[in-house]
């Protein structure tokens, strides 16, 4: 204990070093929309944390819904007396936010390891999945990619509007994945990755989509399922803020425009021994197999993770590469999972069922419990889409169904959390019912 609060105090006072000029620290943690929350600290009470002293935060502050409110959850928020709960400081995340107007920093708090961990909590949610294969001698290598539409910064009567280009002032409307996008938003472009660079995000390959405004930013590959899932949600808070600090706004919405592509969350895992084997390559790819076959068996029952907001499922069965059934396929794109040609060493499957605003944590936790899954049952998939293009299973595409379908399937409560299940189910339900409470204009176009 007294060695991890060395070791995070020596962070603290090295960053007041590096950075003299920063007053306050923002601790962030990601609730179950997938948005932050947290507190802004003083520099010198940061040292004081990291020196032991208690981190306390709203347990409910995790429950919020996708508009910050909180809904009645069981004995949750209106019956419990609102109580704190201890958070910890994640080792590693200090870092500088330089796309604010003064300089400030940021860190994750979390509660996992803490000594009662919130159960409902996503980094909690994926931290037991993770511990629960590494005593099972599996080790998840993690990738993220994540998509996301760049617009201009003023909205037009609450619309979003084309992202101007930058060298002829025109609106960015033409659907295209011409290279020389890259070369007219490079300014931005290039901000955002240095940006995430400097959080210690692995950025890698930039992409532009098809989309207009729209790009692709992949990471590098990550042992770690954890840190791989940070990289994620930090590097959608500091696109957004460069974004507006170069005149546009980033939205990682999953389909924003009807009529062009959505913006998903893909993420690669390949699963190894502690030898370091691939255990997906072994006797003749049997293994991935399986593992796929459990993928797509959980996949029905997880869609709320996968798209966890009444815009996300307008994604699915899209303009491109967005499936409407649970299927699979070497080197298919349309697939929900894709395997991508690769040597046995670095054999892996390519999840691309998630919205981009889905949540990271539990997105990873949904795909590595459908792993797991198929790798105890080892029961053979359907066939893969190169072999019959209508191979494929329904999965929910409402957001009631999708509940229904989570709340009672006992393998994803068993592997997942049962509580976690419970509150995460009522959560969208909440969220879904209190979206329906606005009456829009096309509604009176059409009854009134």
Known sequence: MKSHAATLLAE???????????????????DLPGHFYGK?????????????SPLKLPQNAVLLGAQGGLFKIGDYCFNDGDPDANRRLVPGTLKPVNWESQPLGQMLITSDGTEAPIEFEPREVLAKVLERLHHKGIHPVVAFELEFYLFDKKLDNGLPQFARDPLSNDADDQPNLHIERLSRFSEVLDDMAQTA?????????ITAELGPGQFEINFGHQGDGLCAADWAALFCRSTRGVALKHGYRASFMAKPYLQFPGSGMHVHVSLYDGAGNNLLAAHQQQPLRHAVAGCLELLPHCMPIFSPNHNAFRRLGGTVNAATRACWGFEDRDACVRVPESDPRNLRIEHRLASADANPYLVLAAILVGLEHGLETKREPIPPLNEDRASGTDFPVEMLDAVRAMQHQAVVRDKLGAEFVDVYCENKRQDHLAFQQEIHAREYRWFL
């Open 40 to 52: 802004r600290y003083p520099i010198e009470m940061l040292e004081k944390v990291a020196a032991g």
């Open 197 to 205: 660079k400097d959080q210690g995000i692995d950025i890698t390959v």
């Open 12 to 30: 603290v006072r090295t960053f007041r070093q590096n950075h003299p000029d920063v007053r306050y620290v923002d601790l962030i943690a990601l």
